[in-house]
């Protein structure tokens, strides 16, 4: 029984990666309104039936594609545990930023067909709220500072290196990403710090290294 499930699960997740692939191939040819049932079957190389076991149409596609995306982004910088990123006086910036850096790299064609779409600026809007309030969170376990000033660090840092993706992506991401990754960290820890240091905080945000 285990192992039916195992492979039907298998057949499930494959099922749905090609009707989500070709959601994204066919949303660069053609707006979601114009995209058919039956067209996107034959891209998928699945039946109606087949697509309608798992949608009701292509927008669901699109929203779950979107939804996954932000998922696997927020896992991955989860994955890293924020538990181990303080060791009672200096956090290690490193590594969010190579977590946020590797999911980047891991999705780039995924982004790729967004941009083309216009849909990846949605997109980056989703991952940002959601690191925002993981990131205050995990921040106000351990900072005994206002929480008005953990709220200010996170806006600069998170709305700050998202805007600088959104720009790295819409020109073509001719800058490596763990050199876009490696400058964000470098104005973010300067920024961080030097606030902390008017405020008599005596917190350093370090070890970014690449």
Not at 23 to 44: F, N, Y
Not at 79 to 98: L, Q, R, T, V
Request: aromatic content about 12%; glycine content about 4%.
């Amino acid at each position: 029984m285990l192992e039916t499930n195992r492979k039907m699960d298998i057949r499930v997740i494959k099922t749905k990666k090609a009707i989500h692939e070709g959601v994204l191939q066919l949303l660069s040819e053609k707006p979601i309104d114009d995209i058919s049932i039956t067209e996107l079957a034959q891209v998928a190389q699945i039946n109606r039936k087949t697509f309608y076991n798992y949608y009701q149409n292509p927008y669901q596609v699109l929203d779950e594609l979107e939804n996954d995306l932000v998922e696997e982004f927020v896992n991955a910088v989860n994955a890293s545990d924020w538990d181990e990123w303080y060791n009672g006086h200096e956090f290690d910036f490193h590594k969010i930023f190579s977590c946020i850096t590797r999911s980047v790299q891991e999705n780039r064609e995924t982004y790729r067909y967004l941009l083309k779409i216009g849909k990846t600026s949605d997109i980056m809007i989703k991952i940002e709220s959601r690191l925002k309030v993981e990131a205050i969170d995990y921040f106000s376990r351990y900072l005994e500072i206002d929480r008005d000033i953990i709220i200010l660090i996170v806006e600069y840092v998170v709305s700050g290196m998202f805007a600088v993706y959104r720009k790295w992506f819409s020109e073509g991401q001719h800058i490596p990403a763990d050199e876009i990754a490696k400058k964000i960290g470098i104005i973010s820890l300067g920024g961080i710090n030097a606030l902390l240091a008017s405020y008599n905080i005596d917190i350093k945000i370090g070890r970014l290294e690449f």
